[in-house]
């Protein structure tokens, strides 16, 4: 009998069948458990996971399911989620295909986490006023994190770039159950160190069960009771534990701590030469100042010095003047200019002088009076002109210019041809001179039809 061969299945075969049997075997149903790994990606959807303390279940979340939820998703919730099981056939992942949510209160981890967090508020480990300064110029900045993860290797680029600083890491397990022990003692260690100025707490950005062991109650407390100021710097900007309420300062990133703790060398350079510019115009300032003051008490002084000896010094000069009046030769001087103007006035007084200015009086009176017959016979020449114009334009002689001839006979001038005959002699006046001629026919004149 030969031997039976073995049916062979298809990838995509088999996976299709089981996707087919689970569908068949369990209708769309309700499942209850913690939302973790929650990721919107841009398209719309949501993928996230349901667990419990025994067991997870990846969940998808299409974008029109998503569009209609009255509850916005979040890690750490407790969710029912109704949907059908099956199987994404391109990563042969076994999943919930999720159509309604709702919240069905807190997860146990969630719940304990807020219990924890008001436990440590109400002893005051949130406090404000507990909170320390964050040291200017530390020179030991102790570092708790993983050795080999990417937190400590963004420190140190972070601190290179500022300013030279001391960097000491206490290596420590950021993840897993023993996580926070682990960060106790090296959080302990760097506190038996000496010279150690403020201490970086924290690890790179990942899902939230990875950064669980932050909200461990022991480190909380650890942090604490540090004597040294604490920075906690975990996960992303959006990530927050419970170190980050109990440390003296919170940061967005292991990145963002660094620029907090290490001071910025170029940046208090550039503030230095700043400061500095402002004291040398300031100084400047205060140097014109005290000079424009001095100047102003100097000129105020002159003033005074002045007007105390104005009233003497006016005084002498009025003295100087009646006395160089009085002199001799000043008086000459007077009676010389009167003089002088004795013989002006008699010079103007004589009849001769007296003579000229008549004729000169009469030789303008004589020019006003032409220019005003000119200006009083100017209109009766326009109008003596117009009447020439009007006159000539009347005139027979006019007319016989522009080829015109007077015609007379015996009996005067002929107007008409009846006046004549064939035969008559009549005398012709033109514009120059004048001719006699006979009459040798007669037209009659011709009346319009």
């Known amino acids: 009998m030969a031997p039976v061969a073995p049916q062979v299945f298809a990838v995509s075969e088999l996976v299709n069948r089981a996707h087919r049997s689970i569908e068949q075997q369990f209708p769309p149903l309700w499942v209850e458990g913690e939302i973790t790994n929650l990721r919107l990606v ?45 199987i994404y056939a391109q990563q042969g992942k076994f999943q919930l295909y999720a159509e309604r949510a709702e919240p069905a209160g807190l997860g146990a981890r969630m719940q304990q986490l807020e219990q924890l967090k008001a436990k440590l508020a109400a002893e005051g480990l949130f406090a404000r006023e507990r909170k320390r300064p964050i040291p200017a110029w530390p020179r030991t900045v102790g570092v708790v994190t993983s050795a ?17 600083v001391r960097i000491l890491l206490s290596p420590a397990q950021v993840q897993g159950d023993d996580a926070a022990f682990s960060m106790v003692r090296a959080l302990q260690r760097l506190q038996r160190r000496p010279g150690v100025d403020v201490i970086i707490l924290g690890r790179g950005g990942g899902a939230q069960e990875d950064l669980w062991a932050f909200n461990d109650e022991g480190l909380a407390r650890a942090v604490a009771a540090c004597p040294v100021p604490v920075v906690s710097a975990v996960g992303h900007e959006v990530d927050i534990t419970i170190c980050d309420f109990v440390a003296d300062l919170r940061a967005a990133t292991p990145s963002h701590a660094a620029e907090l703790v290490v001071p910025d060398r170029d940046g208090y350079l550039a503030r230095l030469h700043h400061v500095e510019r402002r004291l040398v115009l300031a100084t400047k300032r205060r140097v014109l100042d005290e000079r424009a003051r001095l100047e102003l008490i100097d000129r105020r002084l002159a003033a005074i010095g002045h007007r105390l000896v104005l009233a003497p010094r006016r005084r002498l000069d009025a003295l100087l003047a009646r006395l160089g009046n009085q002199h001799p030769r000043a008086r000459l001087a007077r009676d010389r200019r009167l003089l002088v103007a004795l013989q002006a006035r008699l010079m103007a007084q004589h009849p ?26 100017q209109p009766a020449r326009l109008r003596l002109a117009r009447a020439a114009a009007a006159l000539n334009a009347l005139s027979p002689l006019a007319v016989l210019q522009r080829g015109f001839a007077v015609v007379s006979a015996e009996a005067g001038v002929v107007t008409d041809v009846a006046q004549v005959a064939a035969g008559d002699a009549v005398r012709v006046e033109l514009a120059r001179g004048a001719f006699s001629a006979q009459v040798t026919a007669v037209e009659p004149v011709k009346l319009p039809s």
């Open 352 to 377: 001769r002088h007296r003579l000229d200015r008549a004729r000169r009086r009469l030789l303008a009176a004589e020019l006003a009076l032409r220019e005003r017959a000119r200006v009083l016979a």
């Open 42 to 86: 841009n398209s719309g959807h949501a993928y996230f996971t349901l667990r419990d303390s025994h067991a997870v279940l990846p969940v998808a979340m299409w974008r029109s399911a998503l569009s209609r939820l009255r509850h916005r998703l979040a890690d750490g919730q407790l969710f029912r989620v109704y949907g059908r099981l099956g």
């Open 148 to 164: 080999s993860g990417a937190a400590i290797h963004d420190i140190l680029k972070v601190a290179r770039s500022r300013c030279p």
